[in-house]
């Protein structure tokens, strides 16, 4: 697949405040508006649509490599829309890489198809493992529930309405072929409306600690060496809606091993209420990731002052003077 130069460096995010006494300031770049943009990302998806016989070249080189590690897909669940669920677990079925797990932690809901849905497929394939919650956890708590069915190498995170592309862990393993060394993974996203189009590209930045301490841009695709996960033991209660922002930051001050893919492989999908469709849906989680990065701080024995930043959704780490 052709990654053309126009969609390549229009999403390029920008790094701005690089020092850490000065303030750590940016706003968000990458995001296409709609219109005329969403059209040209349209056609260039078409363009650089995945097509049969690029499939059989990657079940190919799948033959060809050293290392195929089982990758755990970790999805916590609750009361989602059936076709939204659906689309995600098949998603993960159309993957070119097959040597995967999906463990699914149902967080308690209410809505009666979510066990049907669940149970199926749990029936029908061995690598799908569901647990149904007697209680809500909320999704810290969903999510360890859903890490504590796993027993792959890797962890990937996968939203219950959200849906990778075919060759997402194809990539991924591709790369552990390359850098078996890698320890956190991440790939670039778009979104995807309600009738699945296509559109606001995020072309991501490679590992940069800096930015990192301004937002999230990590976000989706992420997959981590579950050593790794088990060691800061998994998600904590009480950053929910920041959840992965707090466990990033954990992670990533334990290993400096982190490679970017800079391929489009997971696409976000825009419910109603969502942070895909307005970055400030969920005003709640901005408090809980300034804490997360307050604890962050703390761990790294810096005195910080951690605020809010130019832009909705973005954070200023400044150093405070001892």
């Known amino acids: 697949m052709k990654v053309t130069l126009l969609w390549k460096m229009a999403g390029r995010l920008v790094h701005l405040g690089r020092l850490l ?5 940016t706003k968000m770049f990458g995001v296409g508006d ?23 070249v990657m079940k190919k080189e799948i033959e060809s490599f050293a290392f195929k590690p089982k990758i755990s897909l970790i999805m916590p669940v609750y009361n989602i829309p059936r076709q939204w669920l659906v689309r995600a677990i098949e998603s993960v079925f159309e993957q070119v890489y097959e040597n995967w797990e999906l463990c699914i932690a149902d967080d308690a809901s209410s809505k009666p198809h979510i066990r049907k849905v669940l149970s199926r497929y749990q029936t029908n394939d061995m690598r799908v493992k569901v647990k149904f919650l007697e209680e809500n956890q909320g999704i810290s708590g969903a999510s360890n529930q859903a890490l504590s069915l796993s027993a792959g190498q890797y962890a990937a995170f996968l939203d219950h309405d959200d849906e990778l592309s075919k060759d997402s862990l194809f990539e991924v393993v591709k790369l552990l072929n390359q850098y078996p ?6 790939t670039d996203e778009d ?7 296509r559109l606001r590209p995020v072309y991501k930045s490679d590992w940069d600690p800096e930015l990192f301490l301004t937002y999230n841009y990590l976000c989706h695709l992420v997959v981590c060496r579950m050593e790794l996960v088990d060691k800061v033991g998994g998600f904590r209660k009480g950053f929910e809606g920041s959840q992965d922002y707090d466990l990033l930051l954990r992670l990533t001050e334990l290993t400096e091993k982190i490679f970017h893919i800079p391929k489009i492989l997971y696409h976000w ?5 969502s942070a895909a469709v307005r970055v400030d849906a969920k005003s709640k989680s901005f408090e ?7 604890d962050a701080m703390e761990r790294r024995g810096i005195r910080a002052a951690v605020s809010d930043g130019e832009t909705i959704g973005t954070f200023c780490v400044k150093e405070e003077s001892k």
């Open 21 to 25: 006494k000065n303030g750590i300031k």
């Open 34 to 56: 709609f219109g005329k943009e969403d059209l040209k990302y349209k056609r260039w998806v078409k363009e650089t649509a995945l097509t049969a016989a690029d499939i059989e």
């Open 181 to 186: 060394e890698a320890e956190i993974i991440y």
């Open 191 to 197: 979104k995807l409306t309600l009738s699945s189009q």
């Open 269 to 273: 999908r825009m419910v109603p209420g």
């Open 288 to 294: 809980r990731a300034k804490r997360a990065l307050r």
